[in-house]
């Protein structure tokens, strides 16, 4: 029996060792990464020029706290702000805690200056913000929420891409909107470019603060550091986690000068956030996709990808859609999708993730190939067709 809690439901491998687009099981077993830790692991497992910089770190100073200037963490905030329209950064640990952090820092800002009613914000329907209590609250899926009542105030959910019942929700209570471009765990779901401008007006005509969440988006994944950019976005407040730290733990909020007296001395904080090992791994992993041009690769790539699982979609009338944008896919079966993702695993080797019942989620590293692609893509196309003749 294990010691653990039960709350995660795990596959029965244990990975030991990782090297670029390749894990190994304990008992020796080579898979083909299209997962990444979750979009975490972007530059491959074990990344050599992030290593060699956290070790560097590792050998001088592994912590200090925030009662202290520390100037790796600062050179990682004059970099995210530089690829960024904000210009203050606040350092945390986790994708949660990055979206806490904006909506304490949206409150108090609203409530400062437009008096303290002005606090709901309103999220989307499918839509993923963690764990905590407000952010679970946040999140646009009653399953996180199940059995954690009573969950706090001030949140309104309306229905993604749709203009209409977003606008019918703000009220004089509003603070803020909150929504991922790219809807992750919710099923690879973009947002309409319409919907995006349609944000970006009544956040100016009603005074609202925008937040969008990268925590999964962010960093590159999807062919711009930050996937509000395909859409012309300003946001306010951008929050991330997940690739920034290439597998060390760290979030992060970016935010508008204007936000910054908000969150004054003692206002808000955390003991890790920003710590010098977390932030070296973060400057380290922004440095390493802007020397090798990740970027442009993401693109071209995903391209790649996107083309190739649009011939599978031709051929397997089971595949009913193919979503997403850079190295972010999703592709939606008219089928159950974990018969598919399990197949891939157990018999081929080839690792992928679900985004609900039905869709196929794909987030190789940035380091993928073109060879690695055509494989998994043929791999794919024969358990499509063992799978269908199974069910
Ligand atoms: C994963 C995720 C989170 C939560 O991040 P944690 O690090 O697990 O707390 C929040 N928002 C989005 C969009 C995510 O994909």
């Given at each position: 029996?294990?010691?653990?809690?039960?709350?995660?439901?795990?596959?029965?491998?244990?990975?030991?060792?990782?090297?670029?687009?390749?894990?190994?099981?304990?008992?020796g077993?080579?898979?083909?990464?299209?997962?990444?830790?979750?979009?975490?692991?972007?530059?491959?497992?074990?990344?050599?020029?992030?290593?060699?910089?956290?070790?560097?770190?590792?050998?001088?100073?592994?912590?200090?706290?925030?009662?202290?200037?520390?100037?790796?963490?600062?050179?990682?905030?004059d970099?995210?702000?530089?690829?960024?329209?904000?210009?203050?950064?606040?350092?945390c640990?986790?994708g949660?805690?990055?979206?806490?952090?904006?909506?304490?820092?949206?409150?108090?800002?609203?409530?400062?200056?437009?008096?303290?009613?002005?606090?709901?914000?309103?999220?989307?329907?499918?839509?993923?913000?963690?764990?905590?209590?407000?952010?679970?609250?946040?999140?646009g899926?009653?399953?996180?929420?199940?059995?954690?009542?009573?969950?706090?105030?001030?949140?309104?959910?309306?229905?993604?891409?749709?203009?209409?019942?977003?606008?019918a929700?703000?009220?004089?209570?509003?603070?803020?909107?909150?929504?991922?471009?790219?809807?992750?765990?919710?099923?690879?779901?973009?947002?309409?470019p319409?919907?995006?401008?349609?944000?970006?007006?009544?956040?100016?005509?009603?005074?609202?603060?925008?937040?969008?969440?990268?925590v999964?988006?962010?960093?590159?994944?999807?062919?711009?550091?930050?996937?509000?950019?395909?859409?012309?976005?300003?946001?306010?407040?951008?929050?991330?986690?997940?690739g920034?730290?290439?597998?060390?733990?760290?979030?992060?909020?970016?935010?508008?000068?204007?936000?910054?007296?908000?969150?004054?001395?003692?206002?808000?904080?955390?003991?890790?956030?920003?710590?010098?090992?977390?932030?070296?791994?973060?400057?380290a992993?922004?440095?390493?996709?802007?020397?090798?041009?990740?970027?442009?690769?993401?693109?071209?790539?995903?391209?790649?990808?996107?083309?190739?699982?649009?011939?599978?979609?031709?051929?397997?009338?089971?595949?009913?859609?193919?979503?997403?944008?850079?190295?972010?896919?999703?592709?939606?079966?008219?089928?159950?999708?974990?018969?598919?993702?399990?197949?891939?695993?157990?018999?081929?080797?080839?690792?992928?993730?679900?985004?609900?019942?039905?869709?196929?989620?794909?987030?190789?590293?940035?380091?993928?190939?073109?060879?690695?692609?055509?494989?998994?893509?043929t791999?794919?196309?024969?358990?499509?067709?063992?799978?269908?003749?199974?069910?």
């Amino acid at each position: 029996m294990s010691s653990l809690f039960p709350n995660y439901g795990r596959w029965p491998i244990q990975i030991v060792k990782g090297e670029g687009n390749y894990l190994w099981d304990a008992a020796g077993n080579k898979y083909l990464d299209l997962v990444a830790g979750i979009a975490v692991t972007s530059l491959g497992n074990v990344p050599p020029k992030v290593k060699a910089k956290v070790q560097e770190q590792l050998d001088t100073l592994w912590h200090c706290s925030n009662l202290f200037e520390i100037p790796v963490q600062e050179k990682l905030a004059d970099k995210l702000v530089s690829l960024t329209c904000g210009s203050r950064a606040f350092f945390c640990n986790s994708g949660a805690e990055a979206n806490e952090a904006a909506i304490k820092l949206a409150r108090r800002y609203m409530q400062k200056i437009k008096g303290e009613n002005r606090y709901e914000v309103i999220t989307f329907t499918q839509s993923f913000h963690g764990r905590t209590l407000a952010t679970l609250t946040a999140t646009g899926q009653d399953k996180v929420k199940d059995g954690f009542a009573p969950l706090p105030e001030g949140f309104v959910t309306v229905p993604y891409n749709d203009l209409e019942a977003l606008t019918a929700a703000i009220t004089d209570k509003t603070c803020a909107i909150m929504l991922e471009m790219i809807q992750g765990e919710g099923g690879v779901h973009p947002a309409d470019p319409e919907f995006a401008e349609g944000i970006k007006q009544l956040c100016d005509q009603h005074d609202l603060l925008l937040i969008v969440d990268e925590v999964q988006t962010g960093i590159g994944r999807t062919g711009k550091w930050f996937a509000h950019q395909h859409y012309g976005l300003e946001p306010d407040i951008i929050t991330m986690a997940k690739g920034l730290g290439s597998g060390f733990p760290i979030g992060a909020i970016v935010g508008k000068e204007k936000l910054a007296d908000a969150f004054s001395a003692g206002s808000h904080g955390t003991t890790f956030g920003g710590n010098p090992l977390a932030s070296a791994a973060g400057l380290a992993t922004l440095e390493t996709i802007e020397e090798d041009h990740y970027l442009d690769r993401v693109t071209e790539i995903g391209a790649f990808f996107a083309e190739e699982l649009q011939k599978l979609a031709a051929k397997h009338p089971e595949v009913v859609n193919v979503r997403g944008k850079g190295l972010m896919m999703g592709v939606e079966l008219a089928m159950e999708a974990a018969p598919v993702v399990n197949a891939m695993r157990e018999q081929y080797h080839i690792l992928l993730l679900m985004a609900g019942p039905n869709v196929v989620r794909l987030l190789p590293p940035f380091t993928i190939t073109k060879e690695e692609i055509a494989h998994a893509v043929t791999v794919l196309d024969d358990v499509l067709t063992a799978v269908k003749a199974n069910v």
